[in-house]
């Protein structure tokens, strides 16, 4: 069984166009740093958050101390989901629907 990474840079089919593989893991990345428990939504460059703030082009998917914001593919328990960002993806749900 063949798995394929997918991020939103590379669609589904497109994947499955290149390689033929049979199951497809789809790998959502955030943003956060440890001095504050809210988590962002990155832009589609992943280099900055939906709410306009700089992101560090790392990622690091365990607890770091880190003031800079940094990409990640977890969210710690705990952490919520930054109000900015929130309001910036419902409006952009609603303009497509």
Same mark, same amino acid.
């Given at each position: 069984?063949?798995?394929?990474?997918?991020?939103?840079?590379?669609?589904?089919?497109?994947?499955? /166009?290149?390689?033929? @593989? *049979?199951?497809?893991?789809?790998?959502?990345? !955030?943003?956060?740093?440890?001095?504050?428990?809210?988590?962002?939504?990155?832009?589609?460059?992943? *280099?900055?958050?939906? @709410?306009?703030?700089?992101? &560090?082009?790392?990622?690091?998917?365990?607890? &770091?101390?880190?003031?800079?914001? !940094? /990409?990640?593919?977890?969210?710690?328990?705990?952490?919520? /989901?930054?109000?900015? @960002?929130?309001?910036?993806?419902?409006?952009?749900?609603?303009?497509?629907?």
């Amino acid at each position: 069984m063949t798995f394929c990474q997918v991020t939103d840079k590379v669609s589904v089919p497109q994947v499955f /166009l290149k390689g033929g @593989c *049979d199951k497809v893991l789809i790998v959502m990345r !955030y943003a956060t740093s440890s001095s504050v428990d809210v988590f962002h939504l990155v832009t589609e460059s992943e *280099d900055t958050t939906l @709410c306009g703030i700089k992101v &560090a082009p790392i990622i690091i998917n365990r607890p &770091a101390r880190s003031s800079t914001l !940094y /990409l990640t593919e977890k969210v710690e328990i705990g952490q919520r /989901l930054c109000d900015e @960002c929130t309001a910036v993806e419902t409006e952009t749900r609603e303009k497509d629907s």
